[in-house]
């Protein structure tokens, strides 16, 4: 995974299947709260339940210190998991790396 500081708003997260995706995470929130959280989920075409709860508690330490996450790049197979465990209603999508660094912006 890279972890690439754009700015002391904003950090953008190439994310990776298991088992990095935890280091991936951990990684992530020893950056912030420094800023917003973009993850890019192109490399990742599986995650499991336990990669499911990171991805919670990383949104509730954002939350916390009063920024955003983003995700884009999320596989059709990825994203039906998180339709049918209804967290597709507690992360924001994006259509590109771009797209969701501007939606962070508004």
């Known amino acids: 995974m890279a972890i690439e ?3 002391d708003r904003l950090v953008i997260a ?3 299947e298991d088992p990095h995706f ?3 995470i951990n990684a992530i929130r020893t950056v ?3 800023g917003n959280v973009v993850l890019d989920f ?3 075409a599986y995650v499991n339940s336990a990669n499911l709860s990171q991805l919670l508690v990383l949104r509730n330490h ?3 210190h009063d920024r955003q996450l983003r995700l884009f790049g999320v596989s059709p197979g990825v ?3 998180f339709v049918v465990t209804g967290l597709n209603q507690l992360f924001d999508t994006s259509e590109s ?3 969701a660094i501007d939606d962070l912006k508004t």
Do not use: A, Y
Request: proline letters at 4%.
């Open 42 to 44: 192109n490399g990742v």
């Open 14 to 16: 190439r994310l990776s």
């Open 22 to 24: 935890t280091d991936d």
């Open 62 to 64: 954002l939350n916390e």
């Open 97 to 99: 790396e771009q797209l």
């Open 32 to 34: 912030s709260p420094v």
């Open 79 to 81: 994203w039906k998991l």
């Open 5 to 7: 500081q754009k700015s």
